[in-house]
């Protein structure tokens, strides 16, 4: 009998001594975090001159039209051309496209225009990014600065796309009216960040 008591009261231990280390088997954990900073990135412009219309030369930063008055009738002949960038955000954001002038405007040389000439050309200036879109109108309607902002409730990458278009005959003194002769310029900028 004393040998039956002896392995029961073994067996009672080796119970005992199994929940307790079950308990204390929990494996150790190790937590590892990081946080990426809040980025966007935008490339050099690279103009599609495939489906250009009257687009001369291009140099780097700079796109020169190839002839602005029609020969004809003096007046804004079209143009039409896609500036592409690359882009890269990784956060809901905005993206802005700013005129300079709010159109492009003919470079003074001292002597103003007569009110038979016009010194101002309107344009459209569409950008398409991250499946939607938002037109920039310099309407030419004074020299002023012009911005355009698209929200962007994701992060997004891939071709930023501005669309520069102007329509044929389109003046700051009503359709058709001729230009006067020189220089007309606008500076666009396109710019990414927080909302």
């Not at 003919?106 to 038979?116: K, Y």
Request: overall charge negative; hydrophobic content about 45%.
């Amino acid at each position: 009998m004393n040998r039956l008591a002896w392995t029961s009261l073994g067996l009672s231990l080796s119970f005992a001594a199994g929940a307790a280390a079950a308990q204390q088997a929990a494996p150790p954990t190790v937590s590892v975090s990081g946080q990426a900073a809040r980025l966007c990135r935008i490339g050099a412009p690279k103009v599609q001159v495939g489906s250009a219309v009257n687009l001369g030369a291009v140099d780097g930063q700079t796109i020169n039209i190839s002839s602005l008055a029609d020969s004809a009738t003096l007046s804004t002949k079209a143009i039409s051309f896609d500036i592409d960038f690359d882009a890269l955000c990784n956060f809901s954001h905005a993206v802005q496209l700013s005129s300079d002038r709010g159109g492009l405007w003919r470079v003074a040389t001292g002597a103003a225009s007569s009110a038979t000439f016009a010194d101002g050309v309107p344009y459209h200036a569409t950008l398409v990014w991250a499946g939607t879109q938002s037109t920039l109108e310099a309407s030419a309607a004074s020299v002023a600065p012009k911005t355009q902002v698209l929200d962007v409730n994701s992060p997004a990458g891939g071709a930023l796309v501005v669309q520069f278009r102007v329509d044929s005959g389109a003046t700051d003194k009503g359709a058709g009216v001729p230009l006067a002769a020189g220089t007309y310029q606008d500076t666009l900028t396109v710019t990414l960040g927080p909302q």
